[in-house]
């Protein structure tokens, strides 16, 4: 449960470090400005970057460093005591590879001056190692699963594929500086079918050498992310509410039921701070409670389908599908 609080720590921070501009804060890694610890007179001397800046990097590097630590004990514990039928060992396995994929990441963030492509996967990286980890805090549940219940499971990997394009749209617009290109509700650019350019909004590469702070794309770019977003909002979002409402109609098991209710919460309150970002001109708070509120749903799926995958107990006798007697 630590591990996990304290990835969620991590995304807000990153999420946090992203809206403050500071993602170049330092200019190297894993150092800034060539020490452990930055300090006025470095950032001042080397590039005038304000101090801020790279001590909003930093922190953010601290808690990731942390981050890395405690899931590498996880995965020494998990190797040690594999043997024991309650120790799962793949989920920490997985979690310390994306967790040492998300180093090598936040280093091409700031080697490659913050391009889309590799913010947007740190972003994901993120998430996914939050998902993880809040998946093995998690008490396993050996209740054997109605067929109604079990039936449920194709929609849900629906759903949590839906997300995982939602949130990666999420930080496609967020990496290329598009949360203002609609400034309006629930018209954009006080149009319904504003004018955009999806011809260059999604090129996912376009070489070496671009700093990519402020953005580079033009606004018709820009307005066509948005755009994509807010109806990837409504598609998801729809899916995922269908979802939960589903699930908390054919449980039978009051753990499975609250995650259901759980989700729809989770979609609910998101729509409604993205909804206010819009409206109050993304401020830094409400920014940055949004990437939060995206922590919240990886967290309420990960319930959702902890419930709907219990660990089966010794013995139990596999689903079987029964008759009516006729």
């Not at 040492?100 to 080697?111: F, S």
């Amino acid at each position: 449960m630590a591990g996990a609080l304290l990835a969620a720590a991590v995304v807000v921070l990153g999420a946090w470090v992203r809206l403050t501009d500071a993602g170049l804060g330092c200019p190297d890694w894993p150092g800034c400005y060539g020490h452990i610890y930055p300090n006025a007179g470095h950032a001042a001397a080397q590039s005038g970057s304000p101090f801020a800046k790279a001590l909003h990097e930093m922190i953010h590097r601290y808690f990731a460093s942390t981050l890395g630590v405690v899931i590498t004990l996880l995965l020494a514990w998990a190797v040690r005591f594999r043997k024991d039928r309650d120790q799962p060992l793949l989920p920490v396995v997985l979690a310390f590879v994306v967790v040492c994929l998300q180093g090598t990441l936040g280093a091409l963030t700031v080697t490659l001056l913050l391009k889309p492509l590799i913010v947007t996967a740190h972003l994901l990286g993120g998430l996914s190692t939050l998902g993880l980890l809040w998946w093995l805090s998690l008490a396993p549940t050996t209740r054997q699963l109605t067929e109604r219940e079990a039936a449920l499971r194709k929609f849900a990997l629906v759903g949590l594929a839906a997300l995982i394009v939602q949130i990666a749209l999420g930080g496609w617009t967020s990496t290329n500086y598009a949360a203002v290109a609609c400034p309006d509700l629930p018209t954009c650019q006080h149009s319904w079918w504003p004018p955009m350019d999806y011809r260059n909004a999604f090129v996912l590469w376009r070489g070496l050498g671009i700093d990519y702070e402020g953005g580079i794309l033009a606004n018709p770019a820009r307005v066509a992310i948005h755009f994509t977003h807010r109806l990837g909002a409504l598609t998801a979002g729809s899916i995922l509410i269908a979802l939960g409402i589903l699930v908390a109609v054919r449980a039978k098991s009051r753990r499975l039921a609250l995650a259901g209710r759980l989700l729809v919460f989770a979609v609910a309150l998101q729509i409604s701070i993205g909804l206010a970002t819009v409206h109050w001109g993304v401020p830094l708070a409400l920014a940055t409670l949004h990437n939060a509120g995206a922590a919240f749903l990886v967290i309420s799926m990960a319930t959702l389908l902890r419930a709907l995958w219990p660990t089966p107990a010794i013995g139990m006798v596999p689903l079987q599908r029964v008759d009516p007697p006729r």
